[in-house]
């Protein structure tokens, strides 16, 4: 039972172009949504999050949307850089009294920015 | 140090040894992940352990997996009678809630990778 999906496996885009990578869920109790990204060889690395009570938000070049009704969220780069050619994990979690559950990630899409 | 450390950070064994692979979580952060990453696929959960609470092993693939916390802090995950599907990068993470944001965010160690010949 995948709770949290990337339907992409891969992306292609132009540098300077943006870059949106979409990711889906199905469990609507998660109160948190992240996104991390990874090198090849390095572990992730988080990126930007968002909270299930807002519907936005940005970071820089980065910008997280979230549609809970239709349990989507994106992640926007604008402009994409060759240097943001990576994997990108989307992932959720939900909080439990003053603790949290564990955090589920998605199986990753694969950016490649084309300079 | 300032991040997590992982240990070794490659290692190559026979079918059937055991392994032990190491992790050093960054101070003061309670809890604590191990997950896979095989050729090609996406993060596998292994297990979390989260303070003083029971850990939770709901992702380990089979009894030949085990880890255990040392005081809270270092962390082993150990494999026994390795298999080559075992082969795979073996990512520990540790995180802790910012008071008063309740953001929760997990910083990674680079991984170990495993080769099972």
């Known amino acids: 039972d995948q709770q949290v999906k990337q339907n992409s496996p891969s992306l292609s885009v132009q540098e300077g172009r943006i870059s949106i990578l979409n990711c889906d869920y199905t469990?609507?109790?998660?109160?948190?949504f992240l996104w991390y990204k990874k090198y090849p060889a390095e572990g992730p690395t988080f990126l930007i999050s968002?909270?299930?009570?807002?519907d936005k938000n940005e970071d820089g070049r980065f910008t997280v949307f979230l549609n809970k009704s239709a349990k989507h969220l994106s992640l926007h780069i604008v402009p994409s850089q060759p240097g943001d050619s990576a994997v990108y994990f989307c992932?959720?979690?939900?909080?439990?009294?003053?603790?949290?559950?564990?955090?589920?990630f998605g199986p990753g899409t694969s950016l490649s920015v084309i300079p | 140090g300032a991040g997590v450390s992982q240990s070794p950070s490659n290692k190559v064994t026979e079918k059937g040894k055991d392994v032990e692979l190491r992790c050093d979580p960054i101070?003061?952060?309670?809890?604590l992940y191990w997950y896979r990453q095989s050729l090609g696929q996406g993060l596998e959960f292994l297990i979390y352990?989260?303070?003083?609470?029971?850990?939770?092993k709901s992702g380990l693939p089979s009894d030949r997996f085990s880890a255990e916390r040392t005081g809270g802090s270092v962390s082993t995950l150990t494999i026994q009678r390795t298999q080559q599907e075992d082969s795979a990068v073996y990512l520990c993470?540790?995180?802790?809630?910012?008071?008063?944001?309740?953001?929760?965010?997990?910083?990674f160690g680079a991984g170990t990778r495993l080769s099972v010949l």
């Open positions: 968002i909270s299930s009570i807002k």
């Open positions: 101070s003061g952060h309670t809890a």
């Open positions: 352990f989260q303070g003083n609470s029971a850990p939770d």
């Open positions: 469990n609507s109790m998660f109160d948190y």
């Open positions: 993470a540790s995180s802790f809630l910012l008071k008063g944001q309740g953001l929760y965010i997990q910083y």
């Open positions: 992932a959720a979690i939900r909080l439990v009294r003053t603790s949290y559950d564990k955090v589920i």
